[in-house]
């Protein structure tokens, strides 16, 4: 991976540690001070809340502050909406000596403010039950500081109360860093978390928001810029636990252009193993997909008894027949014996959508990869030959294999036993150990690098739920491959860009329409508009 280029294009993804970790070198070594970090960011989630407010006026504004940074956010908030003209109620549950230096602060100067406001548009409240919550009046916006990125543990009372209030009001919701109750490092609820309608984060993505359960509970997420460098974010983006989101310019720049003297062969050639007599269409997806993300030839290597089959549905793609056993596998000796020249002639292999799990055919795959010297994606089928064999892939991978699994493929893999809850680190673990890239596909799906890189994908949404969707994932992901790019750009942009595609149906059609080869007819316009200018 390019690491200069991805540090200019890329978003950094950072766990709770790695985000004090860059704070912590922005006050201490650079001589950033806490508290204005806390001024720009409270004023940067004001800004989003101004917004949400709208121009109406006489509009009262609810904010839950905690006594950490997180609280001093909102009293900052509470500060400069006040200062709009907003009538403002800032709710506490602890005294001001038990408050963050900084937050404390920020809540006298709230005291001062309130003191010396005649129209009291600015009010203060100190609460120790949800039931006291009940007293005030309906808001026009809450706004949800009480706790930032370090909790680890389930709510407890009163502060679970107090969520399940919130979580009740009619009026948005805006978080600030990451929704309370949110785990920042994983996205999972502990115990009870607010259920916000947009979420400000300060500096830098948050894990938490991106997976498990931190799309559903965060809402529209918008990032504030508070002073931390871009290199000190880009450091902390490198400790255990942390990834990297690509943007339309990052892919932009890592896809592959097609040179003005190119012919079929130089711009491509794809042999996608696929396809048995149960499974004919994800062969037809996957090399159709191969093609049309630009890989020049492609050949679909399928059973000789499936060929005539597949031959009334592809007419771009070549067909080869690859002989059988008679128990109804692909024969190994023999469909060598027909593969070799296209073997040695490959840019990039597929294997594995649709051809089944006969064990002859197993054998076949593992001989396969064990000769293959071109990168490979492994798929499907592909990777249910290889559970059992992880010392095969370690063995064999060389870097050079993407392996495509979604969850269940994933625990037949790696063992049931796996624990998917951190899936950052998980994804991490297996693409070192395993010494490949490692695309866990779901929702969103993520790519891990040999080197410990880890992509959170950015595109894609429910549409995707549909059959067929991983088969043109494996066939974009090989035909990029085929045109040059290494094994995680090749994943990641097949990712992003067929996730933008789904993104692209859904903004004209009920997403739940979609079928898989709808992917592929929206994608020309989608590389042309978004990725090609």
């Given at each position: 991976?390019?690491?200069?280029?991805?540090?200019?294009?890329?978003?950094?993804?950072?766990?709770?540690?790695?985000?004090?970790?860059?704070?912590?070198?922005?006050?201490?070594?650079?001589?950033?001070?806490?508290?204005?970090?806390?001024?720009?960011?409270?004023?940067?989630?004001?800004?989003?809340?101004?917004?949400?407010?709208?121009?109406?006026?006489?509009?009262?504004?609810?904010?839950?502050?905690?006594?950490?940074?997180?609280?001093?956010?909102?009293?900052?908030?509470?500060?400069?909406?006040?200062?709009?003209?907003?009538?403002?109620?800032?709710?506490?549950?602890?005294?001001?000596?038990?408050?963050?230096?900084?937050?404390?602060?920020?809540?006298?100067?709230?005291?001062?403010?309130?003191?010396?406001?005649?129209?009291?548009?600015?009010?203060?409240?100190?609460?120790?039950?949800?039931?006291?919550?009940?007293?005030?009046?309906?808001?026009?916006?809450?706004?949800?500081?009480?706790?930032?990125?370090?909790?680890?543990?389930?709510?407890?009372?009163?502060?679970?109360?107090?969520?399940?209030?919130?979580?009740?009001?009619?009026?948005?919701?805006?978080?600030?860093?990451?929704?309370?109750?949110?785990?920042?490092?994983?996205?999972?609820?502990?115990?009870?978390?607010?259920?916000?309608?947009?979420?400000?984060?300060?500096?830098?993505?948050?894990?938490?928001?991106?997976?498990?359960?931190?799309?559903?509970?965060?809402?529209?997420?918008?990032?504030?810029?508070?002073?931390?460098?871009?290199?000190?974010?880009?450091?902390?983006?490198?400790?255990?636990?942390?990834?990297?989101?690509?943007?339309?310019?990052?892919?932009?720049?890592?896809?592959?252009?097609?040179?003005?003297?190119?012919?079929?062969?130089?711009?491509?050639?794809?042999?996608?193993?696929?396809?048995?007599?149960e499974f004919t269409g994800a062969p037809v997806m996957a090399a159709t997909a191969a093609a049309r993300i630009g890989a020049g030839y492609v050949l679909c290597a399928c059973p000789s008894g499936v060929r005539p089959i597949l031959a009334t549905k592809l007419t771009e793609v070549a067909l080869l027949g690859l002989p059988e056993t008679e128990r109804g596998g692909i024969d190994q000796e023999d469909a060598f014996d027909v593969l070799a020249d296209w073997l040695e002639r490959a840019h990039a292999l597929l294997v594995g959508p649709g051809l089944g799990r006969h064990p002859d055919t197993q054998r076949f795959v593992r001989s396969l990869l064990e000769r293959a010297t071109q990168p490979v994606v492994i798929d499907a089928d592909g990777l249910n030959a290889l559970v059992g064999f992880t010392d095969f892939i370690r063995h064999h991978a060389r870097g050079q294999w993407i392996l495509t699994p979604h969850v269940g493929e994933f625990r037949r893999l790696a063992g049931n036993d796996v624990d998917l809850?951190?899936?950052?680190?998980?994804?991490?673990?297996?693409?070192?150990?395993?010494?490949?890239?490692?695309?866990?596909?779901?929702?969103?799906?993520?790519?891990?690098?040999?080197?410990?890189?880890?992509?959170?994908?950015?595109?894609?949404?429910?549409?995707?739920?549909?059959?067929?969707?991983?088969?043109?994932?494996?066939?974009?992901?090989?035909?990029?491959?085929?045109?040059?790019?290494?094994?995680?750009?090749?994943?990641?942009?097949?990712?992003?860009?067929?996730?933008?595609?789904?993104?692209?149906?859904?903004?004209?059609?009920?997403?739940?329409?979609?079928?898989?080869?709808?992917?592929?007819?929206?994608?020309?316009?989608?590389?042309?508009?978004?990725?090609?200018?």
């Amino acid at each position: 991976m390019d690491e200069a280029m991805r540090d200019v294009l890329a978003e950094p993804v950072l766990t709770a540690q790695a985000m004090r970790t860059a704070d912590q070198h922005t006050i201490e070594v650079l001589g950033l001070p806490g508290r204005v970090l806390m001024e720009t960011a409270g004023r940067g989630a004001a800004a989003v809340a101004a917004r949400m407010l709208g121009t109406g006026g006489n509009r009262t504004v609810i904010c839950l502050c905690g006594r950490g940074n997180n609280g001093g956010d909102g009293f900052v908030v509470a500060r400069v909406l006040h200062a709009q003209g907003a009538r403002v109620h800032v709710v506490t549950l602890s005294d001001v000596s038990t408050m963050s230096d900084d937050a404390a602060a920020n809540y006298r100067l709230l005291v001062h403010l309130a003191e010396a406001d005649p129209a009291h548009r600015l009010l203060l409240h100190r609460i120790e039950s949800a039931a006291e919550l009940d007293r005030l009046p309906l808001a026009d916006l809450y706004v949800d500081a009480l706790l930032g990125t370090g909790l680890s543990s389930p709510l407890r009372t009163p502060l679970a109360e107090i969520v399940e209030w919130l979580n009740t009001r009619e009026a948005p919701i805006l978080a600030i860093d990451i929704p309370t109750g949110l785990d920042s490092d994983t996205g999972q609820v502990l115990g009870v978390a607010v259920r916000a309608t947009r979420t400000v984060t300060m500096g830098a993505l948050k894990v938490g928001l991106l997976l498990g359960e931190g799309p559903k509970y965060s809402g529209q997420i918008e990032v504030v810029e508070i002073g931390i460098p871009r290199h000190v974010l880009v450091q902390a983006a490198r400790q255990s636990g942390c990834a990297w989101r690509a943007t339309d310019a990052t892919i932009r720049h890592w896809l592959p252009h097609r040179a003005y003297e190119a012919h079929k062969y130089s711009a491509g050639l794809v042999v996608v193993v696929a396809g048995s007599r149960e499974f004919t269409g994800a062969p037809v997806m996957a090399a159709t997909a191969a093609a049309r993300i630009g890989a020049g030839y492609v050949l679909c290597a399928c059973p000789s008894g499936v060929r005539p089959i597949l031959a009334t549905k592809l007419t771009e793609v070549a067909l080869l027949g690859l002989p059988e056993t008679e128990r109804g596998g692909i024969d190994q000796e023999d469909a060598f014996d027909v593969l070799a020249d296209w073997l040695e002639r490959a840019h990039a292999l597929l294997v594995g959508p649709g051809l089944g799990r006969h064990p002859d055919t197993q054998r076949f795959v593992r001989s396969l990869l064990e000769r293959a010297t071109q990168p490979v994606v492994i798929d499907a089928d592909g990777l249910n030959a290889l559970v059992g064999f992880t010392d095969f892939i370690r063995h064999h991978a060389r870097g050079q294999w993407i392996l495509t699994p979604h969850v269940g493929e994933f625990r037949r893999l790696a063992g049931n036993d796996v624990d998917l809850t951190d899936r950052v680190r998980v994804v991490q673990q297996y693409a070192r150990a395993w010494n490949c890239v490692l695309l866990l596909k779901g929702m969103p799906s993520l790519v891990g690098c040999p080197d410990g890189t880890v992509w959170i994908n950015a595109t894609g949404n429910p549409a995707l739920a549909t059959a067929g969707t991983g088969d043109i994932l494996a066939g974009l992901c090989v035909g990029l491959l085929a045109q040059g790019l290494p094994p995680d750009r090749a994943a990641l942009c097949a990712l992003h860009v067929g996730g933008a595609a789904a993104d692209s149906y859904a903004a004209q059609y009920a997403p739940q329409s979609m079928m898989a080869m709808d992917l592929l007819r929206h994608l020309p316009q989608v590389l042309q508009e978004r990725f090609m200018t």
